[in-house]
């Protein structure tokens, strides 16, 4: 099956600073999602983004179908951004629409 | 609008006894239904699809006289953990997606969890 790698696993930052996150996927996607993951584990849609760019206030995201990869950037971070952040694909082909999830990138904010 | 909503939220029962989780999509028909399960600090682990009105999928390795799923309209699906035991114990997620929220694009709204505790 496809395999979804996120990088980096855990990510300590100070509020204010950026950060950059990623996921690489092995096959070619109809879908690629991102989650963030809050501290009573509800999966917050962040953005649905098979490929191009979007931003939502101080997140942004970027997917390069073509080489398939997909980054993930917080500015000016904040406590709150605390959580786990995921990456889900959909398979290329796939009739059901099963995502596949990557292992999460841990990510604290100190004040 | 996409809200997907779980109940209850959090469950603690005895072994042996029976639990059933509710996932309804609160805005929109969902045409299809996933059910998760995740481990402590470790990522969502797809237990079963399921179509409305459809006997539901389920992945390699779970049991399906364990885990009972069960679609029943297309704002509905409910999971029922059959004589529960400790190692059931876990974080149960639904989600659903709906060609009238995102086409052909499958895009998946999340509910908040189930947490079940046996003891």
């Known amino acids: 099956g496809i395999q979804v790698e996120q990088s980096p696993p855990d990510l300590i930052l100070q509020e204010g600073a950026n950060s950059t996150l990623r996921c690489n996927f092995s096959d070619s996607v109809n879908n690629l999602q991102w989650f963030h993951q809050n501290p009573w584990g509800q999966l917050i849609n962040l953005f649905y983004?098979?490929?191009g760019t979007k931003q939502n206030g101080r997140l942004s995201a970027t997917t390069v179908a073509t080489e398939r990869y997909s980054l993930l950037y917080i500015s000016s971070s904040q406590t709150t951004d605390s959580g786990v952040y995921f990456c889900a694909v959909v398979v290329r082909g796939s009739t059901l629409g099963r995502l596949y999830f990557g292992r999460g990138t841990q990510l604290t904010v100190w004040p | 609008g996409a809200v997907v909503s779980q109940h209850p939220s959090r469950v603690i029962c005895k072994s042996g006894t029976s639990v059933k989780i509710e996932c309804r999509s609160l805005d929109f028909q969902a045409t299809t239904m996933f059910w998760y399960r995740q481990f402590p600090k470790q990522s969502l682990m797809l237990m079963a699809t399921?179509?409305?009105?459809?006997?539901?999928?389920?992945e390699q390795g779970v049991e399906k006289d364990k885990f009972l799923i069960n679609h029943a309209s297309l704002t509905l699906s409910t999971l029922t953990v059959t004589s529960a035991h400790p190692e059931d114990s876990s974080f149960y997620i639904c989600?659903?997606?709906?060609?009238?929220?995102?086409?052909?694009?499958?895009?998946?709204?999340f509910g908040p969890g189930t947490r079940l505790t046996v003891l």
């Open positions: 983004i098979p490929s």
């Open positions: 399921s179509n409305e009105g459809s006997k539901a999928t389920y």
């Open positions: 989600s659903a997606s709906s060609r009238e929220t995102s086409g052909s694009s499958y895009e998946q709204f």
